[in-house]
């Protein structure tokens, strides 16, 4: 910093940073961000899903099983076979659950979707600033693209599927895409 600088303020960008580039990078930028909340949120329903489709026949058959060894007990009637094959199954579908943690994943994405979330509401709320009450584009791109390198590395890892859905949906072009 020069000694003349040292006594003056920095002033705001007047806009001039704002070109059409930087405003287009900005926007593809908002419409990524949208396409991995939708396909975070998308996986998180169905990891929550797959929680329930698993959990609840462990617990039906976990009890199928409690309810029919007592009533072998008071009825004296051997049903081994039935019931030695739905505690198997009651004990791999509580194993499942357990190994494959869908509820923990369900979580997990969901938090990377109100990441992703609010990074689309920052980037919104830059779009509709005067150009001029937007800083300077450098430092804004720096920070969102900081913030999208950070979510990214903490989410876990969304299907291909999934985000190719997502991306069609949003207009999202892959960078092999791009013209």
């Known amino acids: 910093m020069d ?3 040292a006594g003056q303020e920095v002033s705001p960008s007047d806009g001039r940073d704002w ?3 930087v405003a287009h ?3 593809d930028w908002h419409k990524r961000a949208y396409a991995a909340q939708a396909a975070h949120y998308a996986s998180a329903d169905l990891f929550r899903l797959l929680n329930y489709f698993v959990g609840v026949p462990a617990v039906v058959f976990a009890s199928i099983v409690g309810t029919a060894i007592f ?3 008071a009825n004296d009637r051997p049903r081994a076979l039935v019931v030695g094959t739905v505690s198997i199954l009651a004990a791999v579908l509580a194993a499942l659950q357990t190994f494959l943690r869908f509820s923990e994943r369900a979580a997990q994405h969901a938090t990377a979707a ?3 979330s609010a990074i689309r509401r920052g980037i919104e709320q830059t779009l509709h600033l005067p150009v ?3 800083g300077k584009a450098k430092d804004c791109l720096d920070e969102v693209r900081k913030e999208m390198n950070r979510v990214t590395q903490d989410s876990p890892e969304l299907s291909i599927r999934l985000w190719k859905r997502e991306a069609k949906r949003f207009g999202v072009k892959e ?3 791009l013209p």
Do not use: I, N, T
């Open 175 to 177: 960078p092999m895409e």
């Open 114 to 116: 109100d990441w992703y």
């Open 19 to 21: 070109d059409a580039q």
């Open 25 to 27: 990078l900005l926007e």
């Open 71 to 73: 009533a072998d007990l």
């Open 132 to 134: 001029e009450s937007r």
């Open 3 to 5: 000694s003349e600088d």
